[in-house]
């Protein structure tokens, strides 16, 4: 791994799968970064042993606090949550540096509490017809910060909260490492509002 590469931190609280997609994006060189260090919220999550397995380092941390410093101890200039389930506002030298990527349409259907197929389960029961996945900078609450970017899926007149998920999750899979990319490589495109948006 090349160690020029600026550093990418990962959080997680599951069974990594958005994390080794980043991964796979970091090695192939899509993503012009390496990974830093890998936090997961506990002990015995599935994604601690992906990491294992890919070789990079972990840490168990969920207090904002051990997750800063682990991030700071490893390197980590930017990061992603992965499915990260714990509150963390980023600390002023992260400011802008901190990317989610969330599995609705945002600002719908976001903020504490509302994650996996929760979420898809709220969107059913609102009667929508599309959802999709938001990438947005980390800031302030649950699900806030300035959206960068997000893809739409159709939502089938059949589907059930499981269904819905797999297709949003393609979504995910396709968006996030772009959003990443730009993120680290500085190439995300600034609007006439001053907000940062993938071009």
Same mark, same amino acid.
């Given at each position: 791994?090349?160690?020029? @590469? &600026?550093?990418?931190?990962?959080?997680?609280?599951?069974?990594?799968? =958005?994390?080794?997609? @980043?991964? *796979? !994006?970091? /090695? $192939?060189?899509?993503?012009? !970064?390496?990974?830093?260090?890998?936090? %997961?919220?506990?002990?015995?999550? +599935?994604?601690?042993?992906? /990491?294992?397995?890919?070789?990079?380092?972990?840490?168990?941390?969920?207090? *904002?606090?051990?997750v800063s410093a682990a991030l700071r101890d490893h390197g980590a200039r930017f990061v992603a949550m992965?499915?990260?389930?714990?509150y963390w506002d980023p600390p002023a030298d992260f400011t802008g540096r901190v990317v989610n990527i969330? &599995?609705?349409?945002? &600002?719908?259907?976001?903020?504490?509490?509302?994650?996996?197929?929760?979420?898809?389960a709220a969107v059913i029961a609102h009667g929508n017809t599309v959802s999709g996945c938001t990438a947005?900078?980390?800031?302030?609450?649950? $699900?806030? +910060?300035?959206? @960068?970017?997000?893809? *739409?899926?159709?939502?089938?007149?059949?589907?059930?909260?499981?269904?819905? %998920?797999?297709?949003?999750? %393609?979504?995910?899979?396709?968006?996030? &490492?772009?959003?990443? %990319?730009?993120?680290?490589?500085? =190439? @995300? *495109?600034?609007?006439?509002?001053?907000?940062?948006?993938?071009?």
């Open positions: 791994m090349n160690s020029d @590469l &600026p550093g990418l931190g990962i959080l997680l609280s599951g069974s990594g799968s =958005t994390y080794e997609n @980043l991964a *796979t !994006a970091c /090695a $192939d060189g899509r993503i012009p !970064a390496r990974i830093a260090v890998v936090i %997961a919220s506990r002990a015995g999550l +599935g994604g601690i042993a992906r /990491a294992e397995r890919l070789g990079h380092p972990v840490v168990v941390a969920a207090e *904002t606090d051990a992965c499915g990260w389930l714990r969330h &599995p609705s349409l945002l &600002p719908s259907f976001g903020g504490k509490g509302m994650y996996g197929e929760r979420v898809h947005h900078l980390v800031a302030g609450s649950y $699900d806030e +910060g300035p959206i @960068l970017a997000q893809a *739409t899926v159709p939502v089938e007149p059949d589907d059930d909260a499981h269904g819905l %998920a797999e297709r949003v999750q %393609a979504a995910e899979r396709a968006l996030y &490492p772009l959003v990443v %990319a730009a993120l680290v490589g500085g =190439t @995300l *495109t600034k609007r006439r509002d001053g907000r940062l948006r993938l071009a």
